[in-house]
């Protein structure tokens, strides 16, 4: 089995070892971003209406004459795209929306939002009735086999047709080659897609979803999920033929250090038991976390929060959770919960943040320590 050297030949685990400033500038970034695309929304003007006027008619979509479209234009278009394609990966495509969602769910969706997507409450009536009629039509006809097809090209008709299926229902957390996402694992490495016998397992998982990690149940009919697990297994069967193409780091991997040489590291050098303890906070984390998730968890623990102390002008001090520091204000909960901020120049304060902890340990780290310390997490279960 190969050794990873993390200095040369894991660009996945390099990513983790990004000091804590930059995380935080990547961070500011998308919260940017994601601001400017809430605020355009929210504008929804003349002006953006004006913009968002539909386009030309074509192949890719509806007739822009269509009931609802008007109302699509107006107010979905410039995240979702002209014709339902969304704009991955940051906006899913509607097309076949209804596969997961019934119409009660869709409506909810739009008038109250959903995550970072804004509610659209002033949206009922005809024009809400026109806009849903809009989206059941949007179902594309690719995704569904082709009468007639040969013997000798069905095998290619569906996966095609899988693909077309996935591209709408599945990429926005799979990626577009089911390689992974943002949020969805990678399908080409998927325990359940290699046990999988003509779709017994697949189907099961895509009729009743996967609540406890968020995947919501999909109504395909019985030819549309045989074109799915089509294009899955292609994407599959392409993985293990593209030798060094990889995206993302298998379990066994990350298997190849010493676990006894880890606990001493723990105890010892690492430093790591100041803060943790096998026995408690760390107690089953490698039945909670498994492969490279644990690994990045172990180099860059992104979900702890950080304590603050805060000395107002007064000489009253207030402790609790930062909430949010820039250059110009702090914001925190107290012990109570209660939100309190401040501009930075009228206060003191002090960020106990257990990550930087972790930060400093990236220059000190050597291939053995990591692989070591990994395998002895992997101990915890």
Known sequence: METISFRRRSPELLQVKLGFQTQMRIRSLSLLATGCVWLAICLNSSTLRAASRPPNQDASGPAQNQPGYKAYAANCAICHGDHLEGDLPSFPPLVGV???????????????????????????GEELKDLMSYLRSSTDSAAKPAAGISSSNASNGAIEAGGALFQQSCAFCHGRDAMGGETGPDLTQSKIVHADVDGDKISEV??????????????FSAPELQNLVAFIHAQAAHAVASKGGRRGVSVEDLQTGNADAGKLYFNGAGTCAQCHSA???????????????????????????????????????????????DEF?????????????????????????????????????????????????????
């Open 98 to 124: 209804e596969h997961h969602m019934n119409d009660a769910q869709i409506v909810a969706v739009i008038q109250q939002g959903k995550d970072r997507m804004p509610g659209f409450p002033d949206l009922k």
């Open 206 to 219: 895509v009729r009743n979803g996967r609540p406890e990690k968020k995947m919501p149940a999909f109504n």
């Open 279 to 325: 026995t408690g906070d760390l107690a089953g984390i490698a039945s909670r976390f498994n492969g490279l998730a644990l690994e990045q968890r172990m180099l860059y623990p992104e979900d702890v929060k950080s304590k603050v102390t805060v000395t107002l002008s007064s000489g009253k001090h207030i402790a609790g959770i930062l909430d949010y520091l």
């Open 329 to 381: 204000t702090l914001g925190m909960r107290d012990e109570s919960g209660t939100y309190h901020s401040w501009p930075v120049e009228r206060i003191k304060y002090k960020v106990l943040s257990p990550v930087d902890a972790h930060v400093e340990l990236f220059p000190k780290y050597t291939d053995a320590d990591i692989h070591n310390l990994m395998a002895y997490l992997q101990t915890l279960r």
